[in-house]
């Protein structure tokens, strides 16, 4: 089988994105997610459901893998969800080559201990971080897990934190993403993008590719990605998110080494996979980002979380804007996301007043209570 023409071995806490843009080019799609949505199972020619990330280990992570490959040869593309898993990538079998960034990237970007000093290093600013509590009890304080994703892993200080978690001072402001592709030496960007999440608990809500920022701010998150590439040797699709408060200060928060969800905002037809893929192997495309960076539309990915027992009714035609959508035999827990809404649109507000529409009319039509 030529090079060109491996299959694609995906996994993903949700894998839909780019098993479908795997397909879109032409792969073979083997996936490996949690969710197994309808949409996932259209594409995929093999599929293995996964239990929830809080149940996965790594080595069932990587029988299913050996499962899906089946000893033939094959590409691994991980999105989110690999952050907890990432020793996975040292014990694959030669038959699976991963694409994108390697063990040691992710050490320096996932491991506290590492990726706050290299920051030090590289002089670029951050919230004040411990890896003990914090003496200063003026401040207000956040427990983080570079290991996990989404924001899930992000609470207010307990004080009394495991040794995966680091405590973060919260800084009040705008939270942001730059979304890329570099090739181990230098970075496209995307496009910015402004992230909302629940002010409670911290999960990420919604994604819009339209942020306002200062020709400063740009500068300044453009000059700390190059550094954090040069010095990781950073592949592939990537999001870099950070914080701007009042006064134009920015703050580094995470970079993410692999595929997510901000990759969406920014695909047509397989494209950005297709960037991914030729990135990991060091081609960079010249004009990739300029066709995004000038767009004068408004896309928004939300997410709509269940707020108690559903189920998803049999043979309903669910809106176009609607992905992720669960099978009829699934049930959706409170707090479990039902589906994800991507939404174009000529402003941030007609994307929200869609959003608005499209859960009133899911709720509705889509779903029964359980």
Request: a negative charge; glycine letters at 4%.
């Amino acid at each position: 089988m030529p090079q060109e023409q491996l299959p694609l071995l995906i996994f993903a806490q949700t894998a839909r994105f780019i098993a479908q843009s795997a397909a879109q080019l032409g792969y073979q799609t083997w996936v490996a997610d949690c969710f197994a949505d309808t949409d996932t199972q259209r594409v995929s020619d093999r599929l293995v459901h996964l239990p929830s990330l809080d149940q996965l280990t790594t080595d069932s992570l990587l029988s299913s893998l050996h499962s899906l490959s089946q000893q033939q040869p094959c590409w691994l593309i991980f999105g989110a969800g690999i952050e907890r898993f990432y020793p996975v990538l040292k014990q694959l079998p030669p038959h699976i080559q991963p694409l994108g960034n390697n063990f040691q990237t992710f050490e320096l970007l996932r491991s506290a201990d590492q990726f706050f000093p290299l920051l030090d290093e590289l002089g670029i600013a951050y919230p004040e971080t411990h890896f003990i509590s914090p003496a200063d009890k003026n401040k207000i304080w956040l427990n983080k897990n570079l290991k996990s994703c989404g924001g899930s892993h992000i609470k207010y200080a307990n004080h009394h934190p495991d040794n995966q978690v680091i405590f973060q001072e919260y800084i009040e402001g705008t939270s942001a993403s730059v979304s890329f592709i570099a090739d181990g030496y230098a970075a496209s960007i995307l496009g910015f993008n402004k992230q909302i999440h629940d002010k409670q608990s911290f999960v990420l809500q919604q994604l819009i590719n339209q942020i306002d920022l200062t020709p400063s701010s740009i500068q300044k998150v453009a000059t700390a990605l190059q550094r954090l590439i040069t010095a990781t040797g950073f592949k592939g699709f990537g999001s870099l998110d950070f914080l701007v408060d009042d006064a134009d200060n920015i703050y580094i928060l995470e970079l993410n080494p692999r595929i997510s969800a901000s990759a969406e905002l920014y695909s047509n037809s397989g494209d950005i996979l297709h960037s991914h893929i030729q990135a990991s192997m060091g081609i960079l495309p010249d004009e990739l980002g300029y066709t995004y960076k000038h767009s004068t539309n408004t896309r928004a990915l939300s997410y709509l979380f269940a707020d108690k027992h559903y189920r998803a009714r049999e043979n309903t035609n669910w809106p176009s804007q609607a992905h992720d959508i669960p099978s009829s035999s699934q049930m959706i827990y409170p707090g479990q996301p039902i589906c994800t809404l991507i939404i174009d649109a000529k402003s941030e507000q007609a994307c929200q007043n869609i959003r608005h529409q499209l859960e009133t009319e899911i709720v509705k039509n889509c779903l029964y209570s359980a």
